[in-house]
């Protein structure tokens, strides 16, 4: 079978599992009657079709995506109910992610105690999938560079990952520490692709929540925080969705947490209301497009997005964002607003954006990685 034409189908099911559900495990309420029944018809039908490579092909989409623990269950229910002989299969794969997030946790508990001692460490990003873990451990610190590296050092043997431009511009770190398979990174002082973002950072410390996840507790961003993380990382970072992006805002966006009128005034303050506006749009109709509506968001979102998911296309594993001109003039925005608010730095670090992701796309072609430049 066409490789492109698998990972499809293996995106759709994924789908199909993620946006029929409510969180809890049921149907989700959104959906009518007849559309779920429609749903589990063609989820029962695609799995019962599905062989040995569909299920490995299944299974590293999952991962790559985030969402083994929320999507596997409900597949293994199913799978079982048809005395499919990959049901084992699929259950070991739910112990196995489940022993990975509990182990990683066990270390990102101590790790947020130890840099608390030398100022604010929140847990950004890889929390925001639960019950599913992300693939690294970030962090946003408020204190001094040299005093993260020296407790990591210190306190866990950390070995300092080799930086690239686009960490250092970023004041980000990457740590490897001895028994824990993730790298854990540490965003310091600063956010964004260049390090460009200072204004969000304080209410990102004054509005964290604690939450309770695996038998720890973890400072978290507020939920208007978090998508502006999601936003910065997604619209103008990589330039790609995945499903846990989706499953994440849409969970957010329907427990009715936001402040819009505030997520609005921050997000302008930092020259990303259009792109948020736009992340919001483009993942309601994604999930339009599995449920039959979009989220319930307020015009002030609808009406300032750029675009939506008929932009969005399925390519080498990821919902993709059109480049140019689309996220190209978000860039623009965000520079230019910064320039507005007189944040001469922040202004000059955007500006290395373009010839750093020329060099990047340029180290690509040659070497096949980019890290050395991002």
Known sequence: MDGAKNSTRCLTLLSQILLGRDGNGGSHSNASPASRRSSADEVSATVASFGPPDFGELWALAASHHVIMRAFPDLHRVMAAQENQWAESVDRAITKEQTRIEHALSFLSPICDALKEVGKVIVIKSLDHWPDLGSDLDLYSNAESADVVAIMRERFKAQLEERSWGDRLANKWNFV????????????????????????????????????????????????????????????????????????????????????????????????????????????????????????????????????????????????IPIFPQAAKLYASEWARLLLNGEVQSTLRLSLLPPLAAAAALEFKFTGTDKGIW
């Open 177 to 320: 520490v001895p028994g824990l398979p993730e790298l854990v990174e540490v965003h310091v002082g600063r956010l964004g692709q260049t390090g460009e973002q200072v204004a969000i950072t304080d209410s990102l410390v004054t509005r964290a929540n604690t939450a309770q996840l695996g038998g720890y507790d973890f400072p978290v961003p507020a939920p208007e925080e978090r998508l502006i993380i999601s936003t910065l990382q997604r619209m103008y970072r990589h330039f790609y969705l995945r499903l846990c992006d989706v499953a994440d805002t849409a969970q957010l966006v329907e427990s009715g947490a936001i402040d819009y009128v505030y997520l609005k005034s921050l997000a302008r303050s930092a020259g990303l209301w259009d792109g948020l506006a736009t992340y919001l749009a483009t993942v309601s109709g994604y999930v339009k497009s599995y449920r039959g509506s979009g989220l319930p968001l307020p015009s002030l979102v609808t009406d300032a997005a750029r675009f939506g998911n008929e932009l969005v296309s399925f390519r080498r594993k990821f919902l993709r």
